[in-house]
């Protein structure tokens, strides 16, 4: 059973471009968890979606941020117009039923680095 | 969620064991305790978890005190392969992972 699988591993992108990096989930896995981790610094949680529906995107920031989990096909964070401050690695994370409260865990990507110049 | 408070960083020698702390006074009764550890330029790896007894596995150990105000990992034998930054983590309501800042281990040869 492959892990959570995530690409790119490495995203360079210029101020002003768009960046979108996907996460596949663990089979058997519908729900979907966004953190991001900037240098020297802690996670922090951004989404959890679940497939088709954002559930929590309290840790999103207001704009140029978005997450999709379609039906078909892997998770998907878009970053509108990068800046130098989204500069960050950023992990998905999969689990089988909803976690928190519970005995479930997440089941974490490789991660994407994102570097904007 | 319940706040955890664990030391910035620890030191072991290879192959003795490793005791990392972690102080959660304010967990609830349902809250299961979670850890988790980020090895570098790698993503969070789960460890271990439990919510009253005593637990092992492969990995490690988790130590529950009876009060449930604290816990404690324990590495049998530290390698080199076990420094990385070790996450204590209530569950919470939340369904996310509310990671604090760790401890950092770091395994001397």
């Known amino acids: 059973n492959a892990g959570v699988m995530q690409n790119p591993r490495h995203l360079v992108r210029r101020r002003g471009q768009e960046a979108r990096l996907r996460c596949s989930p663990m089979?058997?896995?519908?729900?979907v968890y966004w953190y991001r981790q900037l240098p020297e610094e802690g996670l922090k949680f951004m989404v959890y979606?679940?497939?088709?529906?954002?559930?929590?995107e309290s840790g999103m920031p207001k704009e140029r941020f978005s997450a999709e989990f379609p039906k078909e096909g892997p998770s998907i964070l878009r970053i509108q117009q990068v800046v130098r401050g989204d500069s960050a690695a950023y992990f998905c994370?999969?689990?089988?039923?909803?976690?928190?409260?519970?005995?479930?865990?997440?089941?974490f990507g490789p991660g994407t680095r994102l570097t904007v110049l | 969620d319940a706040k955890t408070t664990q030391p910035n960083s620890m030191e072991s020698n290879e192959e003795e064991p490793v005791h990392l702390p972690c102080n959660h006074s304010?967990?609830?009764?349902?809250?299961?305790i979670h850890w988790y550890r980020q090895l570098p330029s790698q993503g969070p790896e789960y460890v271990i978890h439990?919510?009253?007894s005593n637990v092992n596995n492969r990995m490690a150990s988790l130590a529950i005190a009876e009060d449930r105000k604290s816990s404690t990992l324990i590495l049998h034998r530290a390698t080199l392969r076990d420094a990385a930054v070790y996450y204590c983590?209530?569950?919470?309501?939340?369904?996310?992972?509310?990671f604090g800042s760790g401890t950092q281990l770091t395994v001397l040869p």
């Open positions: 994370a999969s689990s089988p039923r909803p976690t928190g409260g519970s005995r479930d865990t997440q089941y």
């Open positions: 089979k058997g896995h519908s729900h």
């Open positions: 979606l679940q497939k088709e529906n954002i559930i929590d």
């Open positions: 304010t967990i609830s009764g349902t809250d299961y």
């Open positions: 439990g919510l009253t």
């Open positions: 983590i209530p569950s919470g309501s939340a369904r996310q992972l509310t």
